[in-house]
């Protein structure tokens, strides 16, 4: 069997997830701020995860007083899934509380939105803080599936921040 090439490709590592500079866009003139808020990107973490982040490691930077649309889509194929804007605490809550800021919550905040399912969040980013995008399917953001959003004061353009617990790899 000479000749024939047997090339053999280990299974990739669980590669991190990295920005994609597409999930954002803003026009700071008219102080407006879009964000693709990707429910189960990946397989990582049982797609509990957000954008292929989980426990916090993305990071949002929104303007105080900025408008907020997030484009919510579900991409797990087999879960629904959720979004709230929530207020950091440890443990995350284990089911749907009250959002942090007003409407910025997506519809079936508790039964989720099932597999290509899409809501858009629209808030006014204030008071100044931070704050968690949590799941609220009872579980999931128990399970790691939150990142965080910063209103802040004194950012002048929104950013996406890749924000590893302190301590992790
Ligand atoms: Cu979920």
Same mark, same amino acid.
């Given at each position: 069997?000479?000749?024939?090439?047997?090339?053999?490709?280990?299974?990739?590592?669980?590669?991190? *997830?990295?920005?994609? %500079? @597409?999930?954002?866009?803003?026009? $700071?003139?008219? +102080?407006? =701020?879009?964000?693709? #808020?990707?429910? &189960?990107?990946?397989?990582?973490?049982?797609?509990?995860?957000?954008?292929?982040?989980?426990?916090?490691?993305?990071?949002?930077?929104?303007?105080?007083?900025?408008?907020?649309?997030?484009?919510?889509?579900?991409?797990?194929?087999?879960?629904?899934?959720?979004?709230?804007?929530?207020?950091? *605490?440890?443990?995350? %809550? @284990?089911?749907?509380?009250?959002? $942090?800021?007003? +409407?910025? =919550?997506?519809?079936? #905040?508790?039964? &989720?939105?099932?597999?290509?399912?899409?809501?858009?969040?629209?808030?006014?980013?204030?008071?100044?803080?931070?704050?968690?995008?949590?799941?609220?399917?009872?579980?999931?953001?128990?399970?790691?599936?939150?990142?965080?959003?910063?209103?802040?004061?004194?950012?002048?353009?929104?950013?996406?921040?890749?924000?590893?617990?302190?301590?992790?790899?």
């Amino acid at each position: 069997m000479g000749g024939v090439l047997s090339l053999v490709l280990a299974p990739p590592a669980e590669a991190q *997830q990295q920005i994609d %500079p @597409a999930w954002l866009t803003f026009d $700071a003139t008219a +102080r407006t =701020v879009r964000f693709q #808020l990707i429910a &189960g990107l990946t397989g990582f973490n049982g797609a509990l995860n957000f954008n292929g982040y989980r426990d916090g490691e993305l990071t949002l930077v929104v303007p105080a007083g900025w408008k907020a649309d997030i484009a919510f889509r579900n991409h797990d194929g087999m879960l629904s899934h959720s979004a709230e804007v929530i207020p950091p *605490q440890t443990p995350v %809550p @284990a089911q749907p509380v009250d959002p $942090a800021i007003p +409407r910025a =919550v997506t519809v079936k #905040l508790a039964s &989720g939105l099932p597999p290509e399912g899409t809501d858009v969040m629209r808030f006014t980013a204030q008071p100044p803080g931070e704050y968690l995008i949590f799941c609220g399917v009872p579980g999931h953001g128990l399970g790691g599936m939150w990142i965080r959003l910063r209103v802040s004061a004194t950012a002048t353009v929104p950013e996406l921040l890749h924000t590893p617990a302190p301590g992790s790899p």
